[in-house]
T-cell receptor, first 116, second 114 residues
């Protein structure tokens, strides 16, 4: 079985400061990891994914995430947060072994609030 | 523009009154799925479809039905809605069955069952 944990319900950060959203995962095989963002009254938008290769993945809107296999983590980061980054962020995992269903397992979400 | 559309976006109904939420994608994707989003629980998969006429249960299929008669459409059917199905629903599509494929999500349907 696969699972994802986002330990923080909300992250508050001042505009211009670094932003980190934490994610840890559990899978039986190799993980495929994704970050999605949800703005108010909108669907989920893809930010970035880790499949293989370089542990540092760069994505949309200046976000990046670092895959750490030993800590089973995939934290999302942005060096300088903007007020417009305020949204709900979801980490998701897919176990490479679980081909059937192509199912993504999501974390509970972390609300990011960037204050001016 | 490549997109996944859902209708309606908002729906208030009463217990037991059958309803259908439509989902359509214009990307010729084979794989489609439905999720529900509840606070603190993230998104949970309801049903998925690998291709036309091929559907299967996800994690929380009870109380839902789906059909896939055309590649582009994947409606979600609640035969007898109950208040515990009040939720935010998302349809998603992927180009194929490979685990590395990115899923594209619709804008969501907020359902309230009284």
């Amino acid at each position: 079985a696969q699972s994802v944990a986002q330990p923080e319900d909300q992250v508050n950060v001042a505009e211009g400061n670094p932003l980190t959203v934490k994610c840890t995962y559990s899978v039986s095989g190799n993980p495929y990891l994704f970050w999605y963002v949800q703005y108010p009254n909108r669907g989920l938008q893809f930010l970035l994914k880790y499949i293989t290769g370089d542990n540092l993945v760069k994505g949309s809107y200046g976000f990046e995430a670092e895959f750490n296999k030993s800590q089973t983590s995939f934290h999302l980061k942005k060096p300088s947060a903007l007020v417009s980054d305020s949204a709900l962020y979801f980490c998701a995992v897919r176990d490479q072994r679980e081909a059937a269903g192509n199912k993504l397992t999501f974390g509970g979400g972390t609300r990011v609030l960037v204050k001016p | 523009e490549a997109q996944v559309t859902q209708n309606p976006r908002y729906l208030i109904t009463v217990t037991g009154k059958k309803l259908t939420v439509t989902c359509s994608q214009n990307m010729n994707h084979e794989y489609m799925s439905w999720y529900r989003q509840d606070p603190g629980l993230g998104l949970r998969q309801i049903y998925y479809s690998m291709n036309v006429e091929v559907t299967d249960k996800g994690d929380v299929p009870e109380g839902y039905k789906v059909s896939r008669k055309e590649k582009r459409n994947f409606p979600l059917i609640l035969e007898s809605p109950s208040p515990n199905q009040t939720s935010l629903y998302f349809c998603a599509s992927t180009s194929g069955p490979f685990s590395t494929d990115t899923q594209y999500f619709g804008p969501g349907t907020r359902l309230t069952v009284l």
